[in-house]
């Protein structure tokens, strides 16, 4: 077997249907290609698994992948994907997660795992080194990710890294995640679902080795070169260590773009009682970063004997002043329950949100709820209630842990959802931010702020302030958003480094580990390659592309109140825009003449 | 005329979250903020109303000031 820098050089493939376990080599030629994680794990899932597959079906794989740089010095040097098709959106999903799970997989030497089939019985994948092999997990099966994780650490020792799932994964949630280090969650599109689908509880790794660098002194001064920027920057140096990413409550609100009372409203006038500034004054006991990352935005709280890690913005929002909710207290234990039963933050409060505007329209009624507490706007107690009967998919939290498209559609009104392509988005309106909602409607794995962050541009002015009412260039900037986050994601770095690092900061990084030349421009050009071989494969799972759109409550009812009132997304007017920035037809399918610029034809 | 400053994360401490300032007319923000003893360097985020401002600008009376420093995420 030849040397690998950066790379292991090798993939597991477990089937769970056989009870098999290979280690393949790994393809150097697709790792150059699509770097790595999100890349090569989309490359992977395109090879293998039919777009039109039933993603809950055994036929479906679900890939754990890690990037060249996971495990190594860099910094944020972490991260690690899972890559499947996603039972929420029918789209491909990749799934992204901190933590240390994944420097620990790399570490017991290997680059990903392959699971394919389905157990009859509950199974867990233990992984320590060399040795690898499938588990009875009857004894873990039913229970939450905490109680599972400790389970693991009795019997293998505290420094074991977990990955499971919770018991709405089990019951296959459509918006069930993976959780891994307890706190942290491959959380979104429901690849929670997949897993088990499969029968598969927990992946339980431990690794004693290292990844190999290719020239250790390029290596350093890059590292240093990144560290420097990343300490001198404002938001990675100052803003994120010490308020984490809650600190948006207080910027999104005065802006008038902190969707309230599922998204009726764009201005939450008690912003400030569920702010990171009141976060970091009452409730937050520790910081929790993850594997060596110098911002450490990570919080841990603590309210009423309940404690763990977060909340991040996202779920603030969510639980937040998206249910009307002004009890911090509350949205803490909502996060906990989530991370607890394995559900995505995002999906769960957005979906609650959804079924309150249904009970304050009569869809759902009073003898739904079977007891539950109400679901009116407000109702601090509601938002976790709802979130345990969601996780335990029991009653009306059944529907509702399907997400909020189906919830809604189930009671014929579908626009009530505030999603793309069924998945929730997150927590700016992009009726107030033109760039955002473009991102949003165009997103590969449906509504997500992480495929592109235009906030940044729009709101933080970072690289540069661009007026967030404008549609001008928005798509050309998304399109560059979108190509340099999937590199990003490819290499296994977190995305928080970008309000501080450069393309040629991430290009310095990976050509000192992997001996690659790749310039900056080079390197952003291969997240443009991700990005259109993920549009073909929803393209080639039947994704029409009239599904690149926003609820129809975000083009045509303007903001009624706040900062941002009289604005709608104008999505009639970027969408074209970026189809021709995309090098794409008119009708959002890619040319031929684009898919052999980026070595994409045989996809097509 | 008055001018309402909002303040946030870091710029509160030592000066309060929500301040009512008495300012004379042909105020700038970047007067405003001299007053006020915070360095136009600490400023990432300047709003005046909601919407992206510049310290040149001059405040108009009942206008509301929201200026925060380096912060973000997601």
Redesign the interface.
Known sequence: MQNYFGYQGTVLRVNLTEKTIKKEELNLDDALKFIGGRGLGTKILMDEVDPKTDALSTENKLIFATGPLTGTSTPTGGRYMVITKSPLTGTVACSNSGGYWGAEFKFAGYDAVIIEGKSEEPVYLNIADDIVEIKDASFVWGKTAGETTAAFEEVYGKKVRVATIGPAGERLSKISGIMNDRGRAAGRSGVGAVMGSKNLKAIVVRGTGKVNVNDALKLKEAFSKSMAKIRENGVTGQGLPTYGSAVLVNIINENGVLPTNNFQESYFDKADEISGETLAEKFMKKKDPCYRCPIGCGRYCEVDGIEGSGPEYETIWGFGSDCGVSDLGAIIKANYWCNEYGLDTISASATIAAAMELYQKGYIKKEDLEGAPELIWGNAEAVVEWTKLMGQVKGLGAKMAEGSYRLCESYGVPELSMSVKKQEMPAYDPRGIQGIGLNYATSNRGGCHVRGYMISPEILSLPQGLDRFATDEKAEWTKIFQDFTASIDAVGLCLFTSFAMGADDYADLYNSICGTKLTGNEFIEIGDRIWNLERLYNLKAGIDPSEDTLPKRLLEEPISAGPSTGHVNKLSVTLPQYYKARGWTEKGIPTEEKLTLLGLEAFK | MNITV?L???L?EGRG?ILEMECKEGTRIRDILHDLKIEEKEV??L?K????SKMDVVPSCGDYL?I???????
């Open positions: 909002k946030f994360a870091t509160r979250k990432a985020i709003l109303n909601g919407i992206s929201s925060f420093p380096p912060v973000g995420g997601g």
